[in-house]
């Protein structure tokens, strides 16, 4: 009982870091995702030419150093400069999540069906109106389910920043494979597993209604 206790409490920990991390990476998602679309710049801005080329090519650029390194090296960077504390963890896994989230949003708003957007254009809809009524919208959908994924994701790398000594789940899966509990072990292992399956679960769920409303 004490062992399944001590499972649950490091679940939520797990848990809590993972929310942590991908309120933060949605926020670096959607910030970036947007100047990250070709259609972003195209629908709703008046600067010159080469000036939206500079920023388009800017941001896909940061974006790309961004998810270019793991969460695990992110880690060991914030841990080394910053010491050990929850921060640390937290935007190790939002850094690379962020990017990831920006690249797959500008790419799903780019490819979004233009119908509403272009009725919205004929109907005398600014650049604004356009992308923000006309072709977001479509995205967004998309945009959820992935984000909703990348959740799961995070769960799992929340359990391994276990191994660097925060109390998620894999610092109690080292802690008694290195005392050879192995019973403990695969309890902690089951305890993940299940977790990420009710996750997966719960997001499918979501998804549909997402789908229905869409």
């Given at each position: 009982l004490l062992l399944l206790l001590q499972a649950g409490k490091a679940a939520l920990r797990t848990l809590i870091f993972a929310a942590a991390a991908m309120v933060l990476s949605l926020l670096i998602?959607?910030?970036?995702?947007f100047p990250a679309a070709t259609s972003w710049w195209e629908e709703s801005t008046f600067l010159p030419k080469s000036v939206t080329t500079l920023l388009y090519g800017?941001?896909?650029?940061?974006?790309?150093?961004?998810?270019?390194v793991h969460e695990l090296l992110w880690a060991v960077l914030f841990l080394s400069a910053f010491g050990f504390n929850t921060l640390s963890a937290v935007i190790a896994i939002s850094?690379?999540?962020g990017g990831t989230l920006a690249k797959i949003f500008s790419e799903m708003i780019d490819e979004a069906p233009r119908n509403a957007s272009r009725a919205l254009r004929m109907?005398?809809?600014?650049?604004?109106?356009?992308?923000?009524?006309?072709l977001l919208p479509r995205a967004l959908p998309d945009m959820m389910a992935y984000a909703f994924y990348r959740f799961e994701c995070a769960v799992r790398s929340s359990a391994i920043l276990g191994f660097f000594g925060y109390q998620t789940l894999g610092y109690f899966i080292q802690a008694s494979f290195d005392n050879v509990h192995f019973a403990e072990v695969w309890t902690y292992l089951y305890t993940l597993f299940f977790l990420?399956?009710?996750?997966?679960?719960?997001?499918?769920?979501?998804?549909?209604?997402?789908?229905?409303?869409?």
């Open positions: 998602g959607f910030l970036l995702g800017g941001t896909r650029l940061f974006i790309t150093l961004m998810r270019s850094i690379p999540y109907a005398g809809g600014s650049g604004v109106q356009v992308f923000s009524f006309g990420i399956l009710l996750l997966d679960v719960w997001s499918g769920s979501l998804r549909k209604r997402f789908l229905a409303y869409e």
